[in-house]
């Protein structure tokens, strides 16, 4: 069994950054963040496979940067010029065999998540 656990959620003004953490017990092939709001599904936000590649949802391309660190196990999210609507629970999760797809059943191992809170 994968544990994850992430760290980094909070307040902020918009505009400003936050920075995510989520620490894997192993290394494993997949990584993704999901976020969810109150009374809506999960959307996938942006995914990292070991190899290097990367995925994006539109709503955060170009203001959203995804990391991994295979030394540490840790995958990151680098979160610029946030937005009121990127206010959510923010969730990491992880697959050992496929990559790169939104679909939430290919994610066998999920974090507690971390709340993002993005004021006007």
């Known amino acids: 069994q994968v544990q994850l656990v992430e760290s980094g959620g909070g307040s902020v003004q918009g505009g400003g950054s936050l920075r995510l953490s989520c620490t894997a017990s192993?290394?494993?092939?997949?990584m993704a963040w999901f976020r969810q709001v109150p009374r809506k599904g999960r959307e996938g936000v942006a995914i990292a496979a070991s190899r290097g590649g990367t995925r994006y949802s539109d709503s955060v391309k170009g203001r959203f940067t995804i990391s991994r660190d295979s030394a540490k196990n840790t995958l990151y999210l680098q979160m610029n010029r946030l937005k009121p609507e990127d206010t959510a629970m923010y969730y990491c999760?992880?697959?050992?065999?496929?990559?790169?797809?939104?679909?939430?059943?290919?994610?066998?191992?999920w974090g507690q998540g971390t709340q993002v809170t993005v004021s006007s």
């Open positions: 192993e290394d494993i092939y997949c």
């Open positions: 999760a992880a697959d050992r065999r496929r990559c790169g797809l939104w679909d939430l059943n290919q994610y066998n191992y």
